[in-house]
């Protein structure tokens, strides 16, 4: 996602609301409506959402294992 919102947004911009917290924004014109209408950042949102829901569910795969193992631990002692 950042390389394509290097190209198409302004950081400085965007980095106002994070914890850089600028004051002003960039005093380049920028617009975004052309990249809400970009096919390539709806992708790119799409394909990030789609790597988080997989990544939060190896995480939960390897919580339900790591409480299968404690279970079994215990079992044993």
């Known amino acids: 996602m950042l390389t394509y919102l290097t190209k198409h947004a302004s950081l400085k911009n965007i980095d106002s609301y994070g914890i850089l917290a600028w004051n002003k924004k960039s005093k380049l014109k920028h617009s975004n409506?052309?990249?809400?209408?970009?096919?390539?950042f709806e992708n790119v949102i799409d394909n990030q959402a789609w790597d988080l829901k997989n990544y939060i569910l190896s995480l939960?795969?390897?919580?339900?294992?790591?409480d299968r193992i404690i279970i079994e631990t215990n079992r044993e002692l």
């Open 33 to 40: 409506y052309k990249m809400f209408q970009d096919i390539e």
């Open 60 to 66: 939960e795969e390897l919580e339900n294992t790591m």
